[in-house]
């Protein structure tokens, strides 16, 4: 069983900051392509950002880029995610995922494992 475990969610006020972690648990994820989604009430769920296993390649959402940032530690386990200057329009319970293949980085079906979500919610 392959465990991931978001964590750092919870209120923020728009152009305040958060950072939020994933832990991997169960498998060691270092050849793991690792990304993030979100989803808010009454709409999909989507892509905000990945990262290589190597940590070498990033790639966003264009609505979060220049505001939130990937990340992963040298071991390219725990996983992270910066938030600068978020809006109110980023409240959604944030997912990370991990995935082994596939070229299409921002579509949720090609990660095969996921996080339960941390919710992040942003006042104005």
């Known amino acids: 069983q392959v465990q991931l475990v978001e964590s750092g969610g919870g209120l923020v006020q728009a152009g305040g900051s958060l950072r939020l972690s994933c832990a991997a648990s169960g498998r060691t994820f270092s050849s793991y392509k690792m990304g993030w989604f979100r989803q808010a009430p009454g709409k999909e769920r989507e892509f905000v950002a990945t990262i290589s296993w190597s940590g070498a390649h990033t790639y966003y959402a264009d609505s979060v880029k220049g505001r939130f940032t990937i990340s992963r530690d040298n071991a390219k386990n725990p996983v992270y995610l910066q938030m600068d200057s978020p809006s109110p329009e980023d409240t959604a319970l944030y997912y990370c995922?991990?995935?082994?293949?596939?070229?299409?980085?921002?579509?949720?079906?090609?990660?095969?494992?996921w996080g339960k979500g941390t919710q992040v919610t942003v006042s104005s």
């Open positions: 995922a991990a995935r082994e293949s596939h070229n299409n980085y921002a579509a949720p079906k090609n990660y095969g494992y």
